[in-house]
């Protein structure tokens, strides 16, 4: 098989001060070279021979389009690390491969990524391998090969890298290691296989497709018009059929299985100028009677004036009223004398109660001396009274949304739109030939608004909602941060472990006491989440319990990890233990160490690590972190980064927005990061174990939580064994991945047997 390599370089990275921000990275044209090679691969290894500086952090080579990283190799010698960092649908994912390579000596290091196999060589021994998410190959337009250094200013590789290579074919190690010959076909050859059954699958459903679209099309529909009827008091109407509401003073028709009825029309009233027009109980219309003048005010027939005594107005004449005003329940200030009346009543009277007498199409109106009546909504006054109101047709006025295909019909109060012969409705304003909406033989949305076509139909989002009509996603304008689910328009609902109105903030679970852990354990806050962690001298039982509950005490005597030596006798106790020993010679306190002995009262400093201290004390061996005297000038600053003022050792973030001075720690990108000497190490968060079936790493989480959905899974291992049948039938194969029939945006994929879709909303927006 052909070889493609990329990148053959030779390159001494100094280690000076001076060179706290460098740029070595390959030319614009050997990155366009390495998009093409990458498109669509699924097989390639990293190759280098490398000498790093002991205790030092860097990376190796990075392949980056501004914060993300398609392809880094780093390797940290403060914690001992080989980090693979690439990208899986859109997220960062990192690997962590604990193997010690920055100690000054020579190393070849080769990295094979295989589909989602993972192999690591180091002087030709596999060192590892792993599954992982398969990582993209489809690199983005702008991206940058960086040699020794992750940018300008970060991950910085102290030491010499040199024969760095990129290979695309299966087994690449074999270049570097010849006596390591492939034994196996790699997953990306299975995959190919796999991939030739998929496509041929595609191909099946969009024939199913076109076959079903063809059946659709000859496919007719038969539409029955039945007349419809009223039916008013035990009485049937046929349509059209009128008759005369005599308790209303109406004339009423049937129109298409609904009962339209309009008041009377009362002649105009051409009253003589010594009489008004007032209503009269028992008649539809209104009246002319004598009108009363007193003092220059005028009163209508009924109504009453008071001046020494009470009178009312009666044919033209003001008589005296004898009866007796009823006593107020209430404080002569809130007394108030109504219009035309001659007794006062409290503030607050319900005239309404008293009259005027308002139509049935009119409501009545407290004012604070009087009641009126008012029109009800889609009606108007009749001849500028409103006590009788007559239905407004708007119709007539084109005060309607009647859309084409409709007919207006006017009916009391408001109006509505009747299809024409022939159409059938599809909402309250208008029709179309056929009723796919109506049978609901359409795939709209449950937030769309589906409107019938000559040739079909259609689906557009309702008001605060996005999408294709097909499907319909809530819309928020400030979106919902951490994975939060837009659910109505602009309401988010937060995950567990964030709040606030966008789902922005992070709740410290430990800090604000809303989870206790056992006491042998600590709880530990993450992003979005939290564990409880084992104290020293614990560990989990396997079980592990949330709330630390699984953290038992580890038995050091029973496991012989105790350092009691000769006579004495090794005591467990909670978190620890105790060497007693009876008094005599043979009970001299020291303590076994890598297979030497320490003397009681020793105090020494660990071979693998300078900033350890360890001391013998009757037996027992107890190790801390050196203290850290900032005060004395011969500390070490390795060990003490926080004693370091120096402006050269100061770091800056990721984002280069903020300052951290040496031993400083911070969280970036769900990794632990930290300043030591102006170098930044970052380093996955440590999570929790889980001991349920199906994980998912949310959006905004850093860690797995635990789901009962397998199509929200991230940890199912696929058998290939297991299918689905899409809508159309057709058979797919575990992990195979196809559009939904009818719904371009949506994307279905078949997991361990179960048909699992999601919806690409940047699509949805652009359709």
């Given amino acids: 098989m052909p070889m493609d390599v990329i990148l053959v370089v030779w390159f001494c990275v100094c280690t000076a001060r001076t060179d706290i921000e460098r740029e070595i990275h390959a030319a614009p044209h050997v990155s366009e070279k390495l998009i093409q090679l990458f498109r669509n691969k699924s097989e390639f290894t990293f190759l280098a021979t490398v000498q790093q500086k ?21 390797s940290s010698g403060l914690r001992d690390e080989i980090r693979y960092h690439y990208m899986h649908n859109g997220k960062p994912r990192t690997e962590a491969l604990p193997y010690r390579m920055a100690d000054g000596r020579w190393h070849k290091v080769a990295l094979s990524v295989s589909a989602s196999h993972l192999l690591l060589h180091v002087d030709c021994n596999r060192i ?9 190959t489809n690199l983005p337009p702008g991206i940058n090969l960086w040699l020794g250094q992750r940018n300008q200013k970060h991950g910085l590789f102290k030491g010499i890298i040199q024969d760095g290579k990129i290979i695309f074919m299966p087994n690449g190690y074999i270049t570097q ?20 059954i998929m496509d041929l699958q595609e191909l099946l459903a969009k024939m199913t497709a076109k076959l079903n679209y063809a059946e659709t099309r000859l496919s007719q529909l038969e539409n029955c018009h039945c007349e419809k009827t009223c039916q008013v008091s035990g009485l049937l109407y046929r349509d059209q059929d009128s008759w005369v509401d005599g308790d209303h003073c109406r004339n009423c028709t049937c129109k298409s299985g609904a009962v339209e009825c309009r008041r009377m029309s009362c002649p105009p009233l051409n009253c003589s100028p010594d009489s008004l027009p007032v209503h009269i109980a028992g008649q539809c ?36 009223i004898t009866e007796m005003c009823p006593p107020l329940n209430c404080s002569e200030k809130d007394h108030i004398l109504p219009e035309n009346q001659c007794c006062s009543v409290c503030r607050g009277h319900n005239f309404c109660a008293e009259g005027p007498k308002c139509g049935e199409n009119s409501e009545c109106k407290n004012w604070n001396t009087k009641a009126t009546c008012e029109c009800k909504s889609g009606y108007i006054s009749v001849q500028g009274d409103s006590a009788y109101c007559e239905d407004i047709d708007e119709c007539a006025a084109k005060m309607h949304y009647c859309h084409a295909n409709t007919v207006c019909v006017n009916i009391p109060g408001l109006y509505r739109c009747d299809c024409i012969p022939g159409y059938i409705r599809v909402d309250d304003f208008s029709c179309t030939e056929h009723d796919e909406c109506g049978s609901g033989q359409h795939n709209c949305d449950e937030n769309a608004i589906c ?46 472990g964030f709040t606030g109105s966008h789902c922005e903030k992070d709740i410290d679970e430990c800090t604000e006491g809303i989870i206790e852990c056992h006491n042998h354990s600590r709880c530990v806050n993450l992003p979005g989440w939290y564990h409880c962690e084992c104290r020293s001298g614990f560990h989990d039982d396997g079980t592990y319990s949330l709330s630390g ?75 801390r972190r050196t ?49 030591l000497e102006g170098e930044v190490d970052c380093w996955p968060l440590t999570c929790p174990n889980l001991s349920c079936e199906y994980t998912a790493i949310l959006e905004g989480d850093c860690c797995p939580r635990c789901v009962s959905d397998p199509c929200l899974a991230d940890n199912i291992t696929y058998d290939i064994r297991k299918t689905c049948l899409d809508s159309y039938g057709i058979s797919r194969l575990n992990g195979s991945v196809w559009t939904m029939a009818g719904s371009p945006c949506t994307s279905c994929k078949c997991k361990n047997g179960r048909v699992c879709c999601s919806v690409d909303l940047e699509c949805l927006q652009n359709n």
């Fill in 627 to 675: 203290a850290c005297d900032c005060q004395n000038p011969s500390a070490d600053l390795f060990c003490c980064p926080e004693c370091d003022t120096r402006v050269t050792s100061q770091c800056l973030d990721q984002n280069g927005h903020k300052l951290y001075r040496s031993g400083d720690n911070w969280t970036h990108s769900c990794q632990q990061c930290r300043c």
């Fill in 285 to 320: 219309c209104k009246v002319c009677r004598p009108k009363c003048i007193y003092g220059g005010k005028v009163l209508a027939e009924g109504q009453r004036i008071l001046t020494k005594t009470c009178r009312e107005c009666r044919s033209g004449v003001l008589v005296k």
């Fill in 128 to 136: 590892y391998e792993r599954l992982i998410d398969p990582p993209e």
């Fill in 451 to 496: 409107t019938n076509t000559v040739q079909g139909h259609s689906c557009t989002c309702k008001p605060g909602y996005v999408g294709n009509g097909t499907i319909c996603k809530a819309f928020c304008e400030e979106g919902c941060r951490y994975g939060g689910t837009c659910v109505a328009p602009n309401k988010c609902v937060c995950p567990s």
């Fill in 54 to 74: 002991p205790s030092t952090s860097g990376v190796i080579l990075s392949i980056r389009e501004l914060e993300h990283s398609y392809f880094e190799l780093e």
């Fill in 549 to 623: 509950e699984s953290c038992i005490d580890i038995d050091e005597c029973a496991l012989g990890t105790h350092t009691c030596w000769n006579d004495s006798a090794c005591i467990n106790l909670a978190g620890g233990f105790d060497c007693l020993c009876p008094s005599g010679p043979s009970c001299s306190g020291d303590c076994p160490h890598e297979g030497g002995m320490k003397r009681n009262g020793q105090v020494w400093t660990l071979k693998e690590d300078r900033c350890s201290v360890c001391s013998c004390k009757d037996g027992k061996i107890f190790c």
């Fill in 177 to 196: 290691c010849p006596n390591l010959n492939r034994t196996c076909p790699t997953c990306s050859d299975f995959l190919s296989l796999v991939q030739g």
